[in-house]
């Protein structure tokens, strides 16, 4: 068996799914809690931390979004498709963490996890898989 089509691949790529869809849910039911990740404070104006709330809720919708697409991709695509879909994933965690690096604070919270999630996306596109 090439290491591409690993059961172990599978199982860690909905794991990431379901890390990205509680990331989501959390944004959407507790925006000020979700903030923490990006190390903002919430807005003491009142208009102001309605509008967080709205980006955070919209936030947690994208990562809904990704959560399914890698399930989808888990159970009903390739393992190039899931591969694809895991190494976009990382880019909109790394892309998160330029914005709070921008900001000063908070980038490892995104980087950190970022490179795990496109080696495992690396090795299902095959490019360990002997010939």
């Not at 003491?44 to 931390?49: L, R």
Request: overall charge negative; proline content about 3%; hydrophobic content about 50%.
């Amino acid at each position: 068996m090439v290491l591409s089509q690993s059961s172990v691949l599978r199982l860690a790529a909905t794991a990431f799914g379901t890390i990205f869809i509680g990331f989501g849910i959390n944004a959407i039911l507790r925006p000020d809690h979700a903030l923490t990740f990006f190390e903002f404070a919430p807005p003491a104006d009142a208009i102001d931390h309605r509008l967080v709330g709205s980006l955070m809720a919209v936030y947690g919708i994208r990562d809904i979004f990704m959560g399914l697409a890698i399930y989808a991709a888990t159970f009903c695509g390739t393992s190039k498709s899931l591969g694809w879909t895991l190494i976009s994933a990382s880019a909109v965690a790394a892309g998160d963490g330029a914005v709070c690096w921008s900001h000063g604070q908070g980038e490892w919270n995104h980087w950190g996890y970022a490179p795990m999630i496109t080696v495992v996306g690396s090795l299902l596109l095959g490019i360990f898989d002997r010939a």
